[in-house]
């Protein structure tokens, strides 16, 4: 069993950046690729961004690339999303989630791969 817990989120002007933190509980939380999902009003959860679980893989929806980056610290069982170059449109409800992997390099984007979730952080980006 993972929980996981969000945080980081906010309101901030367009062009300014933003650190999102998922915190886990449990000890195999090494185990577990991690991904990055957001929701906006009246719209579908869409893939952000993803890492597997030994960090060396990492993967971006094409509307993040080159401004997010995800990264985690198995250390403190917490995962990241750095946010810069925030646009009004990356404004949504942001979730993190866990898939227990059984190889150290998969990155999974599908949220329907995921076996548990965060409650979410709101970011809002003003123009």
């Known amino acids: 069993q993972v929980q996981l817990v969000e945080s980081g989120g906010g309101l901030v002007q367009a062009g300014g950046s933003l650190r999102l933190s998922c915190a886990a509980s449990?000890?195999?939380?090494?185990?577990?690729?991690m991904g990055w999902f957001r929701q906006a009003p009246g719209k579908e959860r869409e893939f952000v961004a993803a890492?597997?679980?030994?960090?060396?893989?990492?993967y971006y929806a094409d509307s993040v690339k080159g401004r997010f980056t995800i990264s985690r610290d198995n250390a403190k069982n917490t995962v990241y999303l750095q946010m810069n170059s925030l646009k009004p449109e990356d404004t949504a409800v942001y979730y993190c989630?866990?898939?227990?992997?059984?190889?150290?390099?998969?990155?999974?984007?599908?949220?329907?791969?995921?076996?548990?979730w965060g409650q979410g952080t709101q970011v809002t980006v003003s123009s």
């Open positions: 449990g000890r195999t939380f090494s185990s577990y690729a």
């Open positions: 890492i597997s679980w030994s960090g060396g893989n990492t």
């Open positions: 989630a866990a898939h227990l992997s059984w190889s150290p390099e998969d990155v999974i984007p599908s949220p329907s791969e995921y076996d548990y």
